[in-house]
């Protein structure tokens, strides 16, 4: 009884997973060092030259403003407005994902131990700090979105720092509440009328209205990571443009794998 409550509550944690490793997702990886403050994106490419584009979406190279021509203009304005675009839309997901776990594991540990239970109040505390975290990676204190590959581990958009720290948490409710699930399931049977197969039952029940919520709103959230895809998909055929351009030939920056083609 107690391993599929324990089955049911883990399984509400899905939502971030599947906004990371859906069918839908794109595989992305920062290569290098990228960063967007204050409405100007600088790129260090892999022969230590030096990319900026400002806000009026001027190309400088080391410095120095590069005239262009009409299509790699429209490729330069492509390239910044798509990063722009997407950072906003990651940090979307990420707070998304966190807030529909948060809310999936109140509601069920709050139907077993009450909502004054301590590791449930705790898991609450880390899974705030993990979205300040989150709000931290793309947003400045003003609320302009800003970019620092460096924060992410190996260049990921979605490291495994954040995934690690989610998975923690919800394993630390998970063992901090085992005697206190125990004890409210043994209450439950003793000073109920509920047999162990009626509480079986209602249990089931519980877990499948859960699921059905959980699945609904997961679903907006996998159209948010389709919607990401099909930016950061631009982004690369942006980059890919630009690399014509002979000082840009070794930029790639955005690096896609496995990603569904969408241009």
Known sequence: MH????AGALACCSPLALALDSNNTCNVVLNGNMQ????????????????????????????????????????????????NQAV??????????VALTSTALNEIFTEL?????????????KLRHLDQQIQYNFFTDNGDVRLYSQSFEKGVFFGEQW???FEDAIEDLITDSISHLMGAISTQLIFSREGMGEFEQK???????????????????????DTLCSTLTRIDFAETQL?????????????????????
């Open 243 to 263: 690399q014509q351009i002979k000082q840009l030939t070794s930029l790639d920056v955005i690096q896609l794998h496995d990603q569904p083609r969408r241009i």
């Open 163 to 165: 995934e690690t720290q």
């Open 36 to 83: 967007l403050e204050n409405n100007i994106l600088t790129a260090t490419l892999d022969n230590d030259t030096r990319l900026t584009i400002d806000q009026d979406k001027i190309l400088y190279i080391d410095g120095i403003a590069l005239t262009l021509k009409t299509n790699q203009q429209h490729w330069v304005d492509n390239y910044y407005d798509g990063i």
């Open 88 to 97: 906003p839309q990651a940090a979307a997901i990420a707070t998304d994902a």
């Open 3 to 6: 391993t599929m409550i324990f």
């Open 113 to 125: 131990l009450g909502s004054d239970n301590t590791a449930l109040i705790d898991l609450s505390e």
């Open 203 to 225: 249990m089931q029940r519980f877990g499948e209205q859960m699921e059905q919520r959980v699945t609904y709103q997961a679903k907006a959230l996998e159209e948010k990571v």
